[in-house]
């Protein structure tokens, strides 16, 4: 059987689920034609390949490419100076609604092109793409203008051309209320429902659509006025839910058969309950939690007596997760929210592309998927989950190249 290339003495973690634990194969191959997955398996149960290149891995480890599903990626200036203040005991939200957070990195981002966005964004994007991703969630959130928040989707989808990477883009204009708004929140969903969601759809820049549900952010019934907006133009909805309070969004996302339900601190048992019925992905961000210092944990036990996905993202933002760093996330998974190294790595790869929508296309090892590898110099998968401040990456591959 004929193949562009072949992987052969490796070791697999395929992360099907048809597999156990990580999808172990001891003595793998994979092979590739058009930059899809033809086989991945046993070297012994493999169709004798005729392949234009062939990979020694030198009984290396390949997993899935890595996937961070959930990201701020694209933000201009930086927020040290509120984690000094944080530091000296200010909360996130006495910063926020002193003027601080979120509204301070949407002065920077106001004031920056879409080229200076870009060259900001890179850098991080870079530290990423070094630990084995393959594709990555980048939301708006920071413009709360029809203006600024197209442009930074436009930023995001021209991050996806200058390096190689797939880019899923999420409008997340329903982020926080910008001043022109001030004590107005109603008037500015009317704006997010009305004018920026509907462009972002028309013009394509948006996969998805994304809402913050919380005190200092929006209300249920204005999320929900959101998303039946999003449902309207045929675009699929997740939402930041539960983090420093129980407001019910998660339930709220399940009503509208959400990807995801991301942080989740807060969540209750009817809230795990209307994600396992509707499907709905548990996005955990460990990096938010060990940086603002949280102390309740999202229901790591619950979810998964309830089946509910576990994903988990590095949430790279200004303000509560200047993380670029999957391995870390891993690493504090396991070690502050408890999870199994089976599911940190399906959290980065299989149970992430399902909180993107894309588990038929990637996140596995498997035949007919993008063939997105990360080669690993590793005795054992565990090791990824393990370490700390160490990458072991030996080669990344990205549609089979």
């Not at 005729?50 to 891995?57: N, R």
């Not at 028309?202 to 999320?223: K, M, N």
């Not at 592309?353 to 997105?372: M, P, S, V």
């Not at 990824?384 to 990205?398: D, E, K, M, S, T």
Request: hydrophobic share 45%; charged share 20%; proline share 6%.
């Amino acid at each position: 059987m004929r193949c562009d290339r072949v992987w052969t003495n490796a070791r697999l973690a395929t992360l099907a689920p048809s597999r156990p634990g990580v999808g172990e194969v001891e003595h793998g191959l994979v092979a590739a034609q058009d930059g899809r997955i033809l086989y991945a398996g046993p070297a012994e149960a493999a169709p004798a390949f005729e392949a234009e290149e062939t990979v020694d891995c030198e009984g290396r480890w390949i997993t899935p490419g890595l996937i961070d599903p959930h990201t701020h990626l694209v933000y201009a200036g930086s927020r040290a100076a509120e984690f000094e203040q944080r530091l000296a005991g200010a909360s996130y939200e006495a910063i926020a609604r002193a003027g601080g957070g979120i509204l301070s990195t949407m002065r920077a981002v106001r004031a920056a092109a879409e080229a200076e966005l870009v060259d900001e964004a890179l850098p991080r994007l870079d530290a990423l793409i070094a630990e084995g991703v393959t594709t990555v969630e980048i939301k708006s959130g920071y413009g709360l203008s029809l203006e600024d928040e197209l442009k930074s989707l436009r930023a995001a989808r021209v991050l996806g051309e200058e390096r190689p990477v797939a880019v899923t883009t999420t409008l997340l204009a329903a982020h926080a209320l910008p001043p022109e708004y001030a004590g107005d929140p109603d008037g500015y969903i009317d704006l997010v429902r009305d004018v920026i969601l509907p462009a972002a759809a028309q013009t394509g820049l948006a996969d998805a659509v994304d809402a913050f549900c919380e005190g200092i952010g929006f209300s249920p019934v204005q999320v929900r006025r959101v998303f039946e907006a999003a449902r309207a133009l045929g675009l699929p909805v997740k939402l930041h839910a539960e983090q420093l309070s129980n407001l019910h969004g998660a339930a709220l996302a399940a009503d509208f058969n959400a990807l995801s339900a991301d942080h989740l601190e807060h969540l209750d048992a009817d809230g795990i309950a209307a994600m396992a019925r509707a499907g709905t992905v548990a996005v955990l961000l460990p990096g938010a939690f060990y940086f603002t210092r949280e102390t309740k944990a999202p229901p790591v036990a619950a979810l998964r007596a309830a089946g509910v996905p576990v994903a988990l993202a590095t949430d790279c933002n200004p303000g509560t997760s200047p993380l670029t760093s999957p391995l870390l996330v891993m690493n504090m998974a396991a070690t502050l929210f408890r999870l199994t190294v089976p599911e940190c790595l399906a959290g980065v790869t299989r149970e992430a592309a399902r909180a993107l929508g894309l588990a038929g296309k990637i996140g596995t090892l498997e035949r007919g998927k993008r063939c997105d590898l990360a080669i690993w110099d590793i005795e054992r998968p565990a090791e990824l989950v393990y370490r700390i401040g160490f990458n072991p990456l030996h080669a990344r591959v990205w549609g089979g190249a």
